[in-house]
């Protein structure tokens, strides 16, 4: 069983930052993408942003030059810093493992997330 982990959710004023962090085991950092996705009460999960192994990153329109994701294979860890964090940020934000392209069989982990809230 694979367990992803996310920590450093919380509450935070309009303008403010949080930086979320993911640990999980070193078979899944060594070659999955991660993401970070979120989903806020009444919608859809969505993705937030992803990285791969290789280090190329992509984000959700909402977020793009605000939240930075990266990862330190070396501690099996992936993050996401929040910038100018605004209400409609608030959601629980999950951590995702997500086998790459090539893999015979297509596997998916996520963590059981952290809530994020964004008011004054």
């Known amino acids: 069983q694979v367990q992803l982990v996310e920590s450093g959710g919380g509450l935070v004023q309009p303008g403010g930052s949080l930086r979320l962090s993911c640990a999980g085991p070193?078979?899944?950092?060594?070659?999955?993408?991660m993401g970070w996705y979120r989903q806020a009460p009444g919608k859809q999960r969505e993705l937030v942003g992803a990285i791969t192994i290789g280090g190329n990153t992509n984000y959700a329109d909402s977020v793009k030059g605000r939240f930075t994701i990266s990862r330190d294979n070396a501690k099996n860890m992936v993050y996401l810093q929040m910038n100018s964090l605004q209400p409609e940020d608030t959601a629980v934000y999950y951590c995702?493992?997500?086998?790459?392209?090539?893999?015979?069989?297509?596997?998916?982990?996520w963590g059981q997330g952290t809530q994020v809230t964004v008011s004054s």
């Open positions: 995702n493992a997500q086998s790459p392209p090539w893999s015979i069989i297509t596997t998916s982990y």
């Open positions: 070193e078979s899944i950092f060594s070659i999955y993408t």
